[in-house]
């Protein structure tokens, strides 16, 4: 496949897709498109929940499971009134233990078992006697970490402390947990792929943990209001350039009743993160990086004794390393391993043996690795997803492990996403295109056949659809191809000019623009299409999924690039004889808050509008891990710092800005915005300002939808 073959289809697509609108065709509210909305769940593609037992595929339903085949048949193999009743002996719902089927999941390929559960207690129900065989009360849990293996738990609970539940025994590991020492959650503000902080070895008989002391870290003045006296909730937040806290790692073993720490040296200025074990449990392998995140070592720890065996391997750069994944050993051979590393330029996939030597690199080419799925071991071979074809379009691959031949298992057009089954032979393919709201396939990767589940209908075919397109122009180095979707009334008229919003994000670890249902879009922009307003979204350098260099063409200086992109997204809607540049607004949240102020002040001319959403003001107000690896420190990079901030620019406001926080933000700490309004005061410009009491960064529920309406308000009375 190629390139030009995806602008074939994007023509076809906007040429042939929409016919003449129907006067009978709905129109969207809110509570249709918002999340957080009354009627959105009716509103999503149908979708089938899915999951393995072995590679026997199984629904999941409210109330009960089974097997499906790959012609879609259903056979239930349990159903939650059985499994209730001989919890209880009783049909009383209100006695329930088991609530709900959907996170049903089978543990054991050759055991006819199923886990199911509630917050407090897991159960495993063999449906083929008919028998609950096994269960285990983990109380009141903060965090807990199951092994399928040992059928042992660990759990933090509200004390703070660790402990491991092996039926009825209950061992507490730790005795100084507290809001200063933490023990067993995710560290460094979850960067660096971190999403947990409890590890079990292969076995289930050892547990790594991380251990957080933040005693040193200063504290945000969070507050809840909602007390008739408003009480004090301070939240450790170490902003960039500032004292950070400290990681340790530690080992239990349930055998010995012992816990040692890795002796990895000094935890000041470090980073800890990726941690695999070996598939004998002997061996604990992590990432380690330094406090500037420009060299990174994968390091080998003995699991019985804490002692450091070996520096497998080491990356250095001048600007940064930022590893988010960790090694994977391969099923057939616990001697190797895969690692991913965009040391070439892209994210690609190497394989090196437990003594640190690459022995070949797997995967290469102007391309990324999204994700690795697993490993088929007949074929001896990785299942991964990769943006091969084109950056816009994510498809599912294998590669072999000794020849490095790269096999195509999926080939439609779009966005692909694939759960493989525990032995790499089947995989549940999940892919929509700019068309196609949902399809899933069942994949038999030995037999390179695919069984058709679902096709969903799409769910918006009664209401009135804006035009979705996608194209690309030109990035401000005059070299770099940028991708952009459109958004345009269902009733667009080429000879009208009309009032058009740029939505903007642009920062790292995100994109907005892909070959997916809409090409991407957010309901947001339909709900102002069906207002008459054209969106324009373009993903400038610095997003993701495009190789190193495009990512950090930013470094030291975020928002400066992205601005000059974003610029030249401004320039192709100035060609554009139905777009109105009297009437341009810009909206974004988070990174894109701070887009959309240094874009309302650094061309004010420009934009008449903006709404900014937990906006970014100045980068020493902001979290130490994310700031200072695109920013350094505010001592290391003091230029960088004062170009970046907007304070400086309150003066240059013109247009009219809304400014949205949520009270508690814990991300974007409110710092910022108010500090802007602050310099707004002394330089006498006028923001608008909105604040949602006791939300934290992202309106949650029904709060969304008031939010959104409140943007369309402020663009309806001040753009329109």
């Not at 509570?31 to 959105?40: A, H, I, Q, S, V």
Request: proline share 5%; aromatic share 12%; with cysteine.
């Amino acid at each position: 496949m190629k390139t030009n073959h995806f602008f074939t289809f994007l023509l076809l697509y906007l040429f042939t897709f929409y016919g003449p609108m129907s006067a009978q065709q709905k129109l969207f509210t809110l509570e249709d498109l918002n999340f957080g909305g009354t009627n959105y769940r009716k509103m999503l593609p149908k979708n089938l929940w899915l999951t393995w037992w072995g590679d026997q595929l199984m629904y999941q339903d409210a109330e009960e499971g089974g097997t499906i085949d790959s012609k879609g048949f259903r056979k239930p193999v349990f159903n939650l009134d059985a499994v209730n009743f001989l919890m209880t002996a009783s049909q009383d719902a209100d006695k329930r233990v088991v609530h709900s089927a959907m996170n049903a999941s089978y543990p054991y390929p050759d055991q006819p078992l199923v886990l199911l559960g509630n917050q407090k207690q897991r159960i495993l129900y063999n449906f083929k006697t008919e028998k609950v065989e096994w269960t285990q009360d983990i109380g009141e849990a903060t965090v807990a970490k199951w092994s399928p293996k040992s059928r042992i738990f660990a759990i933090k609970k509200a004390d703070h402390q660790l402990y491991v539940l092996d039926g009825d025994q209950e061992t507490r590991l730790t005795t100084d947990g507290s809001r200063e020492i933490v023990y067993g959650e995710a560290v460094h503000r979850n960067e660096f792929g971190i999403s947990e902080g409890l590890f079990w070895s292969p076995d289930g008989r050892q547990l790594a943990f991380y251990r957080m002391a933040q005693s040193m870290v200063t504290d945000y003045p969070q507050v809840d209001l909602f007390p008739r006296v408003a009480t004090h909730e301070p939240d450790k937040y170490p902003m960039a350039g500032m004292t950070s806290h400290k990681v340790t790692v530690g080992v239990y073993d349930t055998r010995t009743r012992q816990t040692v720490y890795l002796q990895a040296g000094d935890p000041t200025d470090r980073y800890f993160t990726n941690i695999a074990w070996s598939p004998d449990g002997a061996t604990v392998y992590m990432f380690e990086l330094n406090r500037a995140q420009n060299d990174c070592r994968l390091v080998s720890y003995d699991a019985a004794t804490g002692r450091k065996t070996a520096e497998l391997y080491r990356e250095t750069s001048d600007k940064y390393i930022e590893p988010l994944n960790p090694i994977q050993f391969l099923p057939w051979d616990a001697g190797k391993f895969i690692m991913q590393s965009q040391k070439d330029g892209y994210n690609h996939l190497y394989l090196l043996d437990t003594n640190g030597r690459q022995l070949r690199q797997l995967t290469s080419g102007p391309w990324v690795v999204l994700s690795v799925l697993g490993f088929n071991s007949k074929q001896k071979t990785v299942i991964f997803e990769a943006n091969k074809y084109h950056p816009l379009h994510r498809q599912l691959y294998s590669v072999s492990v000794d020849k490095g031949k790269i096999t195509p298992l999926t080939t439609a057009d779009g966005q692909h996403h694939g759960s493989l089954s525990p032995s790499g032979n089947m995989v549940i393919d999940r892919h929509s295109a700019p068309t196609q709201p949902r399809n899933i396939d069942l994949v038999d990767i030995n037999r390179h056949k695919a069984s058709r589940l679902l096709t969903a209908d799409d769910p918006w075919k009664d209401y009135q659809q804006p035009l979705f397109e996608c194209g690309s122009i030109k990035a401000a180095d005059g070299t770099t191809d940028l991708y952009y979707r459109m958004v345009k009334p269902a009733d667009f008229d080429p000879a009208k000019k009309y009032p058009t919003v740029v939505y903007v994000y642009g920062g790292p670890h995100a994109h907005n623009v892909e070959a997916s249902w809409h090409w991407g879009s957010r309901s947001w922009e339909t709900y102002m299409a069906q207002k008459g307003y054209i969106l324009f979204i373009l993903d400038n350098r610095g997003s993701q999924y495009r190789g190193r260099d495009f990512e950090q063409a930013t470094f030291h200086q975020l928002g400066q690039i992205e601005m000059q992109d974003q610029m030249k997204g401004v320039d192709y809607l100035r060609s554009l004889p139905y777009v109105d540049m009297e009437r341009l607004g810009v909206h974004g949240w988070s990174f894109g808050g701070f887009m959309t102020i240094s874009l309302m002040t650094n061309h004010p001319d420009v934009f008449k509008v903006g709404v900014a959403g937990g906006p970014v003001i100045d980068w020493k107000w902001y979290e130490v891990m994310y700031g200072e690896r695109y920013m350094g420190t505010p001592e290391s990079n003091p230029e960088g710092y004062a170009k970046t901030s907007l304070i400086a620019k309150a003066k240059d406001l013109k247009g009219r800005l809304q400014i949205i926080t949520g009270y508690n933000d814990n991300t974007v700490v409110p710092q910022h915005c108010l500090s802007f309004l602050d310099a707004c005061v002394k330089a006498g410009t006028q923001p608008d300002f909105f604040a949602y009491p006791g939300e934290e960064h992202n309106m949650r529920g029904h709060a969304s939808v008031h939010l959104h309406e409140r943007i369309t308000r402020y663009f309806e009375d001040f753009l329109k």
